[in-house]
């Protein structure tokens, strides 16, 4: 049986090998997967603040960022948050085709960079309140 820190640390460091996939698929120019696995990398952070927050070892399975946060009474501030609420539409799950279509035109390289510019800043605000006491 895994401790609390066990389930914590496995989110943490699911989500640090999605961060590398993030740099590779932007090396690759594959901008709407590469927000794709952004997303899924601070998911996996608010995870494991869930875990850290709840006597539950297992987070929910869903993949708002938001929702996650903010049951784990987690407040970014007004505009870190709303990058997340945001954010949250690169979660491709059950996407439909068109909703791709027009989600890829969006996803240009400048956009790419400016997005990967605010998540890796909510990736160091989530990693700081993992570490902190």
């Given at each position: ?5 066990q389930?914590?640390?496995y989110?943490?460091?699911s ?5 590398l996939?993030?740099?590779a698929?932007?090396d ?5 997967h590469?927000l794709f ?14 875990v ?29 948050m ?9 979660q491709?799950?059950?996407?439909y ?15 790419t ?13 989530l ?6 006491k």
């Open positions: 049986m895994m401790t609390k820190e389930h914590i640390g989110w943490i460091n989500a640090e090998e999605d961060w996939s993030v740099a698929l932007q690759r120019k594959r901008y709407l590469c696995w952004a997303h899924l990398m601070l998911e996996k952070l608010a995870k494991a603040i869930w850290k927050y709840h006597e539950e070892n297992l987070p929910p399975k869903i993949h708002n960022i938001t929702w996650l946060l903010s049951n784990s009474n987690i407040n970014l501030g007004k505009d870190r709303a990058f997340v609420a945001n954010f949250n539409e690169f491709l799950s059950g996407r085709p068109d909703y791709l279509n027009k989600i890829h035109a969006v996803c240009t390289e400048s956009f960079i400016s997005e990967l510019a605010k998540a890796k800043e909510i990736r160091t605000c990693l700081e309140i993992l570490q902190s």
